[in-house]
């Protein structure tokens, strides 16, 4: 679909007053738009569009004290009630390693933002809204009651952009790492090899990059030694058996220009349909099982002894969520979350096709 088959900012409006109840990534889907779109669409209305300058975004989100962090990819939504605190800046990465709010950005992959107002009666909800040149939703602020709004309207007053059309153009999203890689370069003899020589979980993307592999595809290829299937209850049972045993674990959410991490125990986990939900106090994760294809059990050495992830992957090769038991660098793996994750029901066979 061109620019010109798109529906105008007028159009795009009314059909949200016509289905207040739908999501707005639901709703973008169904008018054949991205979501940047939908909310440029309400620029001068409630919307003013933003520079997606992630270090300045960064280090101004300090002064706004307690907010909601969110980030999502088209399958799960990870949100964490937090301070950004303990900031690192660069251009190339940029990190948040706060207590409750822990990020991993990508800057260049961010290229749409907006600071979004929407009231409904007395209430108003602030939010500072970035995506993708795509349109794909990358991160997203939400201010709460505890949230310092004389420092959130200084920080979009510093980061208005000139251009307030409410249109986006649309463009192809860029390539995925973790999507399928096509040619095949590495053996299974190169893989196992490199992957019996990591020393820190860090190595493992640069030795996909050497290899030419998607993460799934090694994960397929190397064996049960390092990698096994599970059955597609698994990340449930897993969920039951850390709220019982207060574990304390860790668990990713990413998309191309962010990943998110929660570290610590989990509480309460409520099933509805097909989506798992954690709906702690802190700490919120809705997981679309109906989207996991296959779940892996991976096992990566390092200086400390290997450590075990849960890896749970769409039908596209891509990672939804990831799991690991919660360690600090230099400590070896936790003995009840390994053995939790080698006593999940297992797949037979060398891959879960």
């Known amino acids: 679909m061109d620019q010109r088959e798109r529906p105008s900012p007028h159009e ?24 940047a779109e939908l909310v440029a669409a309400h620029c001068g209305l409630g919307a003013i569009r933003v520079e997606p300058r992630v270090n300045d975004l960064l280090t101004g989100l300090e002064a706004v004290g307690e907010v909601v962090a969110h980030t999502r990819n088209e399958s799960a939504v990870h949100e964490k009630v937090g301070v950004y605190d303990k900031v690192v800046t660069g251009n190339k990465h940029a990190l948040v390693l706060g207590h409750d709010i822990d990020l991993r950005i990508f800057p260049k992959v961010w290229a749409h933002g907006f600071a979004v107002e929407k ?11 970035f995506f993708d040149a ?29 251009n307030q059309e409410p249109i986006v153009v649309f463009k192809a999203s860029g390539a995925n790492d973790d999507a399928e890689v096509p040619d095949q370069a590495a053996t299974v003899e190169d893989l196992r090899e490199c992957w019996s020589q990591l020393t820190d979980v ?5 030795m996909l990059k050497r290899l030419k592999l998607s993460r799934r595809e090694a994960v397929r290829m190397v064996g049960e030694v390092y990698a096994w299937a599970l059955e597609k209850d698994a990340i449930g049972a897993m969920f039951q058996q850390a709220a019982e045993d207060e574990m304390p674990i860790m668990c990713f959410v990413g998309n191309r220009g962010c990943i998110q991490i929660h570290s610590g125990p989990i509480k309460w986990v409520k099933t509805i349909g097909p989506w798992i939900n954690v709906l702690d106090e802190t700490f919120h994760l809705h997981l679309g099982t109906h989207h996991v294809r296959e779940i892996w059990a991976v096992r990566k050495p390092t200086k400390d002894g290997h450590v075990t992830s849960l890896e749970a992957y769409d039908a596209d090769g891509k990672m939804i969520v990831q799991f690991f038991g919660k360690r600090r660098e230099g400590e070896g793996e936790r003995e009840d979350w390994r053995f939790l994750a080698e006593t999940l029901p297992r797949i037979p066979g060398p891959t879960a096709a």
Do not use: T
């Not at 860090?202 to 640069?206: E, I, L, R, S, V």
């Open 12 to 35: 795009i409006r009314r059909a949200q007053q016509d289905n207040p109840k739908i999501r707005e990534h639901d709703l973008a889907a169904r008018l054949g738009i991205s979501e």
């Open 119 to 129: 009231r409904n009666g007395k209430d108003v909800s602030r939010s500072l809204q």
């Open 134 to 162: 795509a349109g794909k939703a990358m991160h997203k602020v939400q201010l709460g009651p505890a949230s310092n709004l004389d420092a959130y309207q200084k920080l979009v007053a510093d980061l208005e952009s000139s």
């Open 202 to 206: 860090h190595q493992f993307f640069d």
